[in-house]
């Protein structure tokens, strides 16, 4: 029955002696049933929503026991945060997504495919694969008012796809921070002059001298990377993944206080990570738009650029280019981790999703591309005072940034304020992927688990998952710790993530449905501008035909990818179980969708088809998680009545258009 305002009246007479009376009458004594359509229950005056029974046999009418239900301490549940402002989301989403990935690894994707000419599938992959999916995990997290896990109330039997997530982040989360202990490290060494990893040390002199005096064709070993290998990673101590060795600890306390740093910025979740995004997130382009102008004064710096851009347009007929730029708009914008559903989740029901999917993504894509001038004018330099071709120089990940780059810097006047100022902003771009990691990990266990938002409980739980983390990560940074690093690094977020991401787009185009996904953006956006509205239509047939097409091309391709070639670092050629326990990585994070989904079919009654009708439907609660205040609609009883069968029979016929 609905229990609306104008049901309830206030019956006529005295009120009762006390609260202690009232509530032993109530537990003692049926519900009085007076004449016509209305029932006293609390002291209150219920009318009947039904027409009243026809005349017949006298039938005794059942009595309501009424069990009192003591309402939640107030406190015991802390309410979810919301974001302080638009800005804060955009930058904190802006952030996350543009990472060390949108420096390292775009500018030498774009030179080995072909330079100018990868922007072409670089733009379509964004426009079909990149900007659907960007919209789905935000638009679901909006919706739904909830992280990872607890958002699947949509559609219970998905729900492994939330845990999935959950495990990327928490793998990224482990390897990712070693790369800012790595920064840390850099950070502190280039505070002094000359620069550790210049020819201007000491130390450095052979190898200097021997690096000018070796022929084109000889091995030659750089300054900078003996200063990587051998002072850094000490991986000149270890034969390979089964030899870890020691740990380093100058590493294990950049480690740990990298930590301190993410544990201190996400204590109190969005409201202290929104104010530090407003430095990590601008600070990068800063830099970046300073290293450009330095690079455009140093000699040689136009080779570099004209290798960066140089079009080679019969690489578009290569299925690895298209390959490359699919994977790279699926890295670069953070989609599957949970990271953005998590953000998304503190939004106002009805912020504009269309337009942050927008702004954040094509500024995440623009930010890559001119971060390829930074990255390449300068190498341009240094290629052209050591009369090598740029393609000699250049490099991807963190031979890049810990190798290549820093070596790059030392030959330019004034190296220490530019190593500072490079390895910062490598700071604030790591930091700002991980908040979001952290969120998306954070988020999907409080939700599931409210009352770790007490701030104490909050604090304990995250306390311990950072060192938790840090405790794993020390693996990381053992004298082995590379090939470990390089085994995660090309696993954890490999086949597995995709398969997640497939799940997610045919679950919710197909399962929940897509017209109703795409009516909750509309009632989303509904106070926007129409033509947030039109674009609806095209991210409908990308999210139903074109967007799992891609995906499963590049699915395809990543299998076909692990069975041609074996994993390498450097010279060093993985062995058939490191790759085996790479695989099983991948495995664990996908194979929780079917995991969860057997665990749904069984909480559910029926036959297997009834099961899963019932299991691909929402919940009650999804409606209610959205954001909107349903204050007014509904009223709360602190009282529970307990009806049998009799109560729907007789003089008591149900509506077919009453909810209990």
Same mark, same amino acid.
């Given at each position: ?18 609260e202690?009376?009232?509530a ?20 209150m ?13 006298t ?5 309501f026991?009424?069990?009192p ?32 990935g ?16 990868f922007? !072409? ?7 079909f ?26 559609c ?18 482990l ?8 920064t ?6 280039s ?36 200063f ?6 000490g ?9 870890? #060795?020691?740990?380093?600890?100058p ?10 740093? !993410?544990f ?5 979740g ?22 450009? !102008? ?52 503190y ?13 954040i ?18 190498? #341009?330099h ?8 740029v393609?000699?120089?250049?490099d ?32 604030t771009?790591?930091?700002?992927t ?8 954070t988020?999907a ?30 693996l ?5 710790? !590379?090939?470990?690093f390089?085994?995660?690094d090309?696993y954890s ?7 997640i ?5 045919l ?26 509205s039109?674009?609806?239509?095209y ?12 995906l ?12 041609s070639?074996?994993?390498?670092y ?30 749904a ?32 609609h ?5 009282y ?10 007789g003089?008591?016929p149900?509506?077919s258009?009453s909810?209990?």
């Amino acid at each position: 029955m609905k229990l609306g305002p104008e049901r309830w009246r206030r019956p006529q007479g005295p009120e009762p002696a006390g609260e202690a009376a009232g509530a032993a009458a109530a537990e003692e004594t049926p519900v009085p049933v007076l004449p016509g359509n209305a029932t006293e229950l609390n002291g209150m005056i219920l009318e009947a929503s039904h027409p009243p029974p026809s005349a017949g046999p006298t039938q005794s009418q059942p009595s309501f026991p009424i069990q009192p239900v003591a309402p939640p301490p107030p406190g015991s549940i802390q309410p979810r945060e919301t974001w302080g402002g638009k800005y804060e989301f955009l930058l904190s989403c802006l952030g996350y997504c543009v990472g060390l990935g949108n420096v390292w690894r775009f500018p030498y994707l774009c030179y080995r495919n072909g330079g100018g000419v990868f922007l !072409i599938p670089y733009a379509i992959m964004l426009l079909f694969t990149g900007l659907p999916l960007f919209l789905m995990e935000l638009s679901l997290g909006q919706y739904g008012a909830a992280g990872p896990i607890t958002v699947w109330k949509c559609c219970p039997l998905l729900k492994g796809i939330g845990v999935g997530m959950l495990l990327v982040s928490s793998l990224v989360s482990l390897y990712y921070n070693v790369i800012i202990a790595w920064t840390f490290y850099y950070l502190g060494m280039s505070f002094q002059s000359p620069l550790p990893w210049s020819c201007d040390a000491r130390q450095n002199a052979h190898l200097c001298q021997a690096q000018n005096m070796s022929l084109g064709n000889a091995s030659r070993i750089s300054a900078s990377e003996a200063f990587w290998n051998e002072q850094v990673l000490g991986v000149v101590h270890s034969s390979g993944l089964g030899d870890p #060795g020691a740990v380093r600890w100058p590493l294990a306390l950049c480690l740990l206080l990298a930590w301190l740093v !993410i544990f201190l910025c996400t204590l109190r979740g969005i409201h202290s990570s929104g104010k530090v995004v407003y430095f990590t997130a601008i600070f990068p382009y800063l830099v970046i738009i300073v290293l450009i !102008i330095r690079g455009a004064t140093l000699e040689g710096s136009i080779d570099g650029v004209r290798f960066y851009l140089s079009a080679d347009w019969s690489r578009l007929h290569s299925a690895q280019v298209w390959n490359d730029a699919a994977s790279q708009i699926f890295y670069s914008l953070g989609i599957g981790f949970g990271g953005l559903l998590s953000m998304a989740s503190y939004n106002k029901f009805d912020n504009n999703v269309i337009r942050d999917t927008l702004v954040i993504a094509i500024g995440n894509c623009c930010t890559s591309f001119f971060a390829g001038f930074a990255i390449f004018s300068i190498l #341009g330099h240094m290629a052209w005072r050591k009369k090598v071709p740029v393609g000699e120089v250049a490099d991807t990940g963190p031979g890049l940034a810990f190798v290549a780059y820093p070596e790059a810097l030392a030959l330019l006047p004034g190296s220490t304020f530019w190593s500072v100022l490079f390895f910062l902003m490598l700071f604030t771009l790591g930091v700002d992927t991980l908040f979001g990691n952290m969120e998306g990990i954070t988020t999907a266990v409080i939700d599931e688990f409210p009352s770790l938002r007490d701030f104490k409980r909050k604090t304990i739980f995250l306390g311990a998952l950072c060192f938790g983390f840090y405790l794993l990560g020390l693996l990381l940074i053992t004298e082995g710790g !590379i090939y470990w690093f390089t085994l995660m690094d090309a696993y954890s977020t490999s086949f597995g993530l995709i398969i997640i991401v497939l799940f997610m787009c045919l679950g919710v185009a197909f399962f929940y449905g897509v017209s109703q996904f795409c009516q909750d953006i509309v009632d989303m956006i509904c106070l926007c501008p129409p033509w947030c509205s039109k674009l609806v239509l095209y991210f409908k047939a990308c999210w139903v035909v074109v967007t799992p097409g891609l995906l499963l091309f590049i699915l395809f391709y990543i299998f076909l990818d692990l069975s041609s070639t074996t994993l390498h670092y450097g010279a060093y050629q993985y062995p058939r179980w490191g790759e085996a326990l790479g695989v099983c990585l991948g495995v664990v994070t996908c194979i929780q969708i079917p995991l969860w989904a057997v665990v749904a079919l069984c909480k559910e009654s029926g036959t297997l088809a009834d099961r899963f009708r019932k299991a691909i439907h929402p919940l009650n609660s999804w409606r209610t998680t959205s954001g909107r205040d349903l204050s007014h609609h509904v009223i709360d009883v602190p009282y529970t009545v307990n009806l049998t069968d009799h109560d729907f029979t007789g003089a008591w016929p149900p509506q077919s258009s009453s909810e209990a």
